[in-house]
């Protein structure tokens, strides 16, 4: 009866073991989970997004050791949009870059030169955003999709901007 008992406990034991090993090196990966916060998160994307670049902004691979981990960064930007943005994104990426804002290239406030500087570029895909002014006479809808980024210092945590672009 002791044996059995051992042997049970030792085969209940490595089945544990190898269940644990098992989520832990096959659970979801992060292009796989359809919750927004785990969308693909690629420079390229901004690179080629002609409406990051049309609005003056600019994104370069950042290689080097940050503070602000990804994760971090895209709470902060919730907390800066708000729930119902960031509930009704289609998606939402981190890319943790260089970045440079042509149109606003300081921030006086702060005493920052938006050139080349490390930051995570939070985008809020496909959100239905507030236009600023509607063309004279407009009586419908003031809303467009949109995507909005949020800037975060990589290194403070520190929102620097927000920029919207319609789709």
Known sequence: M???LYIFVLVLVMATGISVYALANNGPQIDDVNDPAYASDSIDNLKQNKNFSSAGLEAKELKEQIKI????????????VGSDVSQEAQKVTAVKA??????????IEKNIELKD??????????????MHSAPQGYTGDTHVFADKNVIVDAQTGEVLESVSYSK
């Open 69 to 80: 981990k990804r994760d971090e960064a895209i709470n902060t930007a919730k907390d800066v």
């Open 98 to 107: 260089f970045f440079t804002d042509h149109e606003n290239t300081e921030l």
């Open 117 to 130: 500087y490390p930051v995570w570029i939070v985008t809020f895909h496909g959100v239905k955003i507030k």
């Open 2 to 4: 002791r044996k059995f």
